[in-house]
């Protein structure tokens, strides 16, 4: 069999992969944009490494939004930059009883982690020692992980954060270093690398990934999955641009189904043995064809997206399902399936799973 056969080409990526072995930047290209490998194979490819790794549970995440908009910061695709016109509703930080009770909802409804975020540049150091009382209160409520995403950090807040029990810090990359000024001005690239290697100096695992759908091209996709390699970023977001009313940064016409697909492909083949969550714009980019997500990335959010809206709980859950998977939840949420389980078998459940998004926009779906 020829080595430009697209089987065989496939059988040595999933090997390599398997392996722990980074494709190159020819075959990184190739998953991309070859127009000789289809897509279910290529599919099929990928699962193999989550498989490997991950089996077939999938990792849930929900977002809190603990704070929005009211930002100094001007990243064109995101509706609570300072120069956004989205309409939206701003708020300081919420409660502590708020934040306290939307970590019981995401418990009770299955998640993995929960994560707040909050929008800015970045925390003072008492507003960073505000959140670790915060995440130790979560921890010790509920038995669920906590990530945190509230832009810049040094040492000196990541230790405190450390102390206090968080799991990961995110702060995504977002684009390639040479397109970063073309989404923002007000902070560089090294500035997020800088942040992301504050969380790794004090033992916090560090959350990163990508917004794709911005005008980059294939080299920056590639471009930003082996910078993640390089970071070992254990926790991938891939997301697909969510085209808002009053942004700087539109759709940029790109994102097809098949184009997410092979993205999702692409860091699952550079990064083996990370979670890749198949995050932001799920539902409105890769309609139909969602549950093929799960074969590359074995985690996704439910609920909502900070100020956008996503599908139900109970909708997720379902096509996870559907597409013989199961969800990896805490143990709060299985002593309820446990329940649940037991009041249908006697006909009296009436119970629904809780949601605890206050997203609030749901912009159109866009075609490519």
Same mark, same amino acid.
């Given at each position: 069999?020829?080595?430009?056969? &697209? ?27 070859? +127009? ?8 099929? =490819? =990928? ?11 999938? +990792? ?29 509703? #701003? ?14 909802? =995401? ?15 970045? &925390?003072?150091?008492?507003? =960073? ?23 810049? +950090? ?7 954060? #450390? ?21 923002? *001005? ?162 009296? *459940? ?6 605890? *998004?206050?997203?609030?926009?749901? &912009? ?5």
């Amino acid at each position: 069999m020829s080595s430009q056969d &697209p089987i065989a080409r496939l059988a040595r990526l999933t090997r390599n992969a398997l392996d722990g072995l980074a494709p190159s930047q020819e075959e990184a290209t190739w998953v991309l944009e070859g +127009m000789d490998v289809e897509l279910l194979p290529l599919l099929q =490819a =990928a699962y193999e490494p989550r498989r490997k790794k991950f089996g077939k549970k999938v +990792m849930v995440h929900v977002l809190n939004n603990v704070q929005n908009g009211l930002c100094p910061e001007d990243c064109g695709y995101c509706a609570q930059n300072k120069d956004s016109k989205a309409a939206l509703r #701003k708020y300081a930080m919420k409660s502590d009883e708020a934040i306290l009770a939307e970590a019981e909802v =995401a418990a009770k409804a299955g998640a993995t982690r929960y994560c707040m975020v909050f929008s800015g540049r970045g &925390p003072t150091v008492d507003r =960073a020692r505000r959140i670790g009382e915060l995440i130790r209160e979560i921890k010790l409520r509920h038995p669920i992980e906590v990530c945190l995403s509230a832009g810049l +950090m040094g040492d000196e807040h990541a230790a405190i954060l #450390k102390e206090a029990g968080l799991d990961r810090l995110n702060h995504n990359l977002n684009t390639s270093e040479r397109r970063y000024d073309a989404i923002t *001005s007000t902070h560089t690239y090294a500035d997020r690398v800088a942040t992301l290697m504050a969380a790794k100096r004090n033992g916090i695992e560090s959350c990163s990934g990508m917004i794709v759908g911005m005008g980059e091209e294939t080299a920056d996709l590639i471009e930003v999955a082996f910078k993640l390699r390089e970071l070992e970023v254990p926790s991938i977001p891939v997301n697909f641009l969510i085209p808002i009313a009053g942004n700087q940064v539109q759709h940029d016409g790109s994102l097809t189904p098949e184009r997410c697909l092979r993205a999702l492909c692409l860091m699952r083949f550079v990064n083996p043995t990370a979670e890749i969550r198949v995050a932001a714009g799920r539902e409105g980019h890769l309609r139909g064809l969602q549950a093929l997500a799960l074969y590359p990335a074995n985690s996704l959010f439910v609920d909502g997206y900070l100020t956008t809206k996503g599908d139900p709980v109970e909708e997720t859950y379902a096509m996870i399902r559907d597409a013989g998977f199961e969800v990896d939840g805490n143990d709060t949420y299985h002593e309820i399936q446990a329940r649940l389980a037991a009041e249908s078998a006697r006909g009296e *459940s009436q119970f629904r799973i809780p949601g605890g *998004s206050d997203q609030l926009l749901r &912009p159109e779906v866009v075609r490519a």
